[in-house]
């Protein structure tokens, strides 16, 4: 009987990788990390093999991977994009660099993100989102809050979505937040917490706003679906919001929701509410209204 | 013989209120200024003739104008929309925000200049854009600075444009600051100088980026229009960036640059181009290149 093949994780900042470690883990599969230098931390690996990668040794990342017999693998977790300059790239990172070219390199995240994951798959990697390997990561749709979202969260949420979609079509960000019919902030490579810490400062008076994270349209869905969790729900509390509304999973892609329980105990606990959503739906409802 | 009608100025913060009654001085126009409470300052307008105006004092407001002789009159500066409750209309104030409607007073910032635009012409007024009184505030199409963009900020300017673009077909902003092909910020209700603020800890090592910021599609002309000036410049360089990119002035639309001289002298010292630009031809030009 031979064992079943590792999982290959290329692990960056945050929760994330850890939780897709955790995920493979109670599924009884191994797990081979390649930790990415100065991004995921190898104290919080000390349960599973790894080795620590620097972003531009792409030479010594294919082989770490195949030293570990790594066919499927996962890209997780937040890895801040260095200049080009700083990237310092090995021979084989020079070789794929030039073909992949500089329009994905300096284009978006998105146009990055689905280099990477062509050039893993001819290199004979099987990339997959966290979500196609662990389908529960993406929350189904439904207010599982106490709160829900009554008509003029609604139409907060019917402003976030057009705001979002059309950030989104620029592959720009994929979050926003609106109070009372005013867009209050706009993600762009900030991050969500980021964006909710400035939140509070620009609120109006009177009910509170909403947080709106959609898919992006172009997203490369295998690899850079939003994520929230429980830091999420405490970042939105604490700029005065009343709530959150995220995609709901349609097949492989959709929202991750981390640490789904605390997540909504914690939201329970702010008195916010959470709606996974079917974003076409929501709009149209709108119109009708 | 008369004395000539004096213009009107409905003073927000911010200098901008203060530049109109300069130049309205210069040309030898009497001016009488309802200064909103909280934002103008009554100290900045000892040499003109003024009001404080509680901003829901909608009736006290038209009341002063007429009592000025004012007809032409000119909003300028900002003012950060309250919410409704704390706005504490007056009895005319409530008419004109029950015949507005709900839709413009928690819409986009767009719709609620329109309407009040609206109901200013219907009160027998003829409000105006500063740029229309004193078509010198519109920057002509140029470079004007030592510094001028180079292939890459081009490109960079060219991301900025369609991001731009996008957020202002949803009404939600008119800026952002792309960096090699990256958008580090986008513009929403917390200004531009917010927006470059945090900019300096998202950049990336390598050239600087830059700032582009739009007249809104659907912006209303006459009131609206993007302002920039030497505060612009200082956030600018204190953020890394290598330059801003505006547009030109292309009839009554265009960028209202404050303290011109100081503006370029300000970005030439910290060696930051500015690039007052068609952004369509601009845009054409990438798509030649």
């Known amino acids: 009987m031979t064992a079943p093949e590792p999982l290959g994780l290329i692990a960056g900042g945050g929760v994330m990788p850890l939780r897709v470690a955790d995920a493979a883990s109670r599924a009884g599969r191994p797990v081979f990390a390649a930790l990415i230098e100065g991004f995921a931390d190898p104290r919080d690996f000390t349960a599973w ?52 070219g500089r329009k994905a390199i300096f284009g978006g995240d998105d146009a990055l993100l689905r280099a990477v994951v062509d050039v893993l798959r001819e290199e004979g990697f099987d990339p997959l989102g966290a979500q196609q390997v662990f389908a529960d990561l993406l929350i189904e749709g439904g207010c599982p809050t106490r ?21 989104g079509q620029a592959d720009a960000g994929q979050g926003c937040v609106v109070q009372q019919g005013l867009v209050l902030a706009v993600e762009a490579i900030e991050g969500t917490d980021a964006m909710l810490a400035r939140c509070a400062d620009l609120a109006r008076e ?25 830091d999420t729900i405490r970042a939105a509390a604490a700029a005065g919001l009343r709530g959150v509304a995220v995609e709901a999973r349609n097949g492989h892609v959709g929202t991750i929701v981390l640490d789904r329980d ?19 739906q929501v709009l149209n409802q709108g119109e009708n209204a």
Chains 1, 2 share one sequence.
Do not use: C, Y
């Open 49 to 100: 093999p790894h080795e620590v990668v620097r972003l531009g040794a792409v030479g010594a990342l294919f082989a770490a991977l195949r030293r570990n017999r790594v066919r499927q693998l996962v890209l997780a977790g937040r890895v801040k994009r260095p200049s080009f300059l700083s990237l310092r790239l090995d021979g084989e990172g020079v070789r794929l660099a030039a073909k992949v």
């Open 147 to 167: 709160a829900r979202p009554d008509a003029d969260a609604m139409a907060d949420i019917r402003r976030g979505i057009s705001v979002a979609r059309q950030l």
């Open 206 to 230: 009177g009910p509170g706003g909403v947080l709106v994270k959609l898919v992006k349209p172009s997203q490369s869905k295998l690899v850079d679906l939003p994520v929230i969790g429980p």
């Open 262 to 280: 605390v997540t909504i105990s914690e939201a329970n606990a702010a008195g916010l509410f959470l709606l996974a959503m079917d974003a076409d």
